[in-house]
C-alpha cells in the first residue's frame, strides 16, 4: 500500500483535525497519527484492543510491547496512542527554553508534537491520566531527542499529568511474550466456540486431580472427544488466559508443551496493577 507524503502543512492539519484525529475515547479515538502516513520502517503495526475494541497504531516493536501491558492490566480503562499535543504550546515553551520546535522546513509549518500513549486508569476508585513516551535507551543519548522529551515533558508538567519515558529496560520480557501469543485470541470467531471454550474449562476442572497432567494433552483429548480440528482447543486455552479465566505465573516465557494441570489456576485473578506500565 502506497505511503502519504510526510511533509507538513497548514491545510493538511486542518484536514486531520476535520478527520477527528486524536480525538474521542475508547473505539471513538482516533490517533493523530497512523502507519500509512510514513513510509514504513518495517516495524509498524496494528493491532486490535481489548479495551477499546479498535485497531491500535504503533511505529515500533516497542510501541507494541508496551501497548499489550497496557491491555493485559486491569487498571487500565483506555489507551489513546499517537496522541496530539496542543502546537501553540510547545512552541511557546519551545521559546522560552531556547529549543528548536519541530518544523516543516519545506513550508515553515510548526509540526505538532505527539506523545506515545496517553493512559487513562483508575486508581483509588478515580480516573488518572498518565502520558508516556515509549522509546530505545540507546535513542536517550541523542541530543535533539533530549530537547524534544524537554518540550513534552514540560507541556505534560503545565497539564498537571504525570509524564515518563518508559524503554526496553522497563519492560518485563515474559509477561510481553506470553501476553503477544495470547493477544489476537482474546475475541474467538463464534458463540459455538465461545461455549466450547467453557466446556474445554470445565474439561481442566474435572481433570484438576491430576495435577501433573499436561494441558497440551487435554488439548489434544479435547479436539478428539470433540471432533475438532487439532489444534482447536489450544486456541481456546490463550482465549482463557486471555480473559483471565485460567491464571499462571504470566511473568515467566510460558512453554505450553511442558504447562501442567497443577501449575494453573482456574478463574483466580491476574492481579495486574500498574506496577510495569508507570515506569
Known amino acids: 500500500m502506497a505511503k502519504r507524503k510526510s511533509r507538513w502543512t497548514e491545510e493538511k492539519i486542518g484536514r486531520y483535525l476535520k478527520e477527528g484525529r486524536g480525538q474521542g475515547e475508547l473505539s471513538e479515538y482516533i490517533p493523530w497519527l497512523n502507519v500509512q502516513d510514513f513510509p514504513s520502517n518495517g516495524n509498524v503495526t496494528r493491532i486490535n484492543g481489548w479495551k477499546t475494541t479498535r485497531k491500535h497504531e504503533f511505529f515500533s516493536n516497542l510501541e507494541r510491547s508496551y501497548f499489550f501491558l497496557l491491555d493485559w492490566s486491569d487498571d487500565v480503562i483506555d489507551i489513546r496512542e499517537q496522541f ?16 528548536s520546535h519541530p518544523i516543516d522546513n519545506i513550508s515553515n509549518t510548526i509540526i505538532p508534537m505527539t506523545t506515545d500513549f496517553l493512559i487513562t486508569l483508575i486508581k483509588n476508585k478515580s480516573r488518572v491520566y498518565l502520558a508516556r513516551t515509549v522509546k530505545p535507551s540507546k535513542d536517550l543519548e541523542e541530543p535533539r531527542i533530549i530537547e524534544k522529551f524537554e518540550i513534552e515533558r514540560e507541556y505534560w508538567e503545565k497539564k498537571g499529568i504525570d509524564w515518563g519515558i518508559i524503554t526496553e529496560k522497563e519492560l518485563p520480557t515474559g509477561l510481553v511474550k506470553n501476553i503477544q501469543w495470547i493477544h489476537k485470541f482474546y475475541f474467538l470467531n463464534s458463540k459455538e466456540d465461545e461455549l466450547l471454550a467453557l466446556e474445554f474449562l470445565k474439561a481442566l476442572n474435572t481433570t484438576k486431580n491430576r495435577q ?14 470433540y471432533n475438532l480440528e487439532v489444534g482447536t482447543a489450544l486456541t481456546y486455552v490463550k482465549y482463557l488466559i486471555a480473559r483471565k479465566m485460567i491464571v499462571f505465573n504470566m511473568m515467566e516465557k510460558l512453554d505450553i508443551r511442558k504447562l501442567k494441570i497443577g501449575e494453573i489456576t482456574i478463574k483466580g485473578s491476574g492481579g495486574n496493577k500498574i506496577d510495569y506500565i508507570s515506569g
Open 84 to 99: 496530539p499535543i496542543d502546537r501553540e504550546l510547545t512552541f511557546q515553551i519551545a521559546e522560552e527554553k531556547g529549543i
Open 212 to 225: 501433573n497432567t499436561k494441558i497440551i494433552q487435554l488439548c489434544n483429548n479435547f479436539d478428539e472427544e
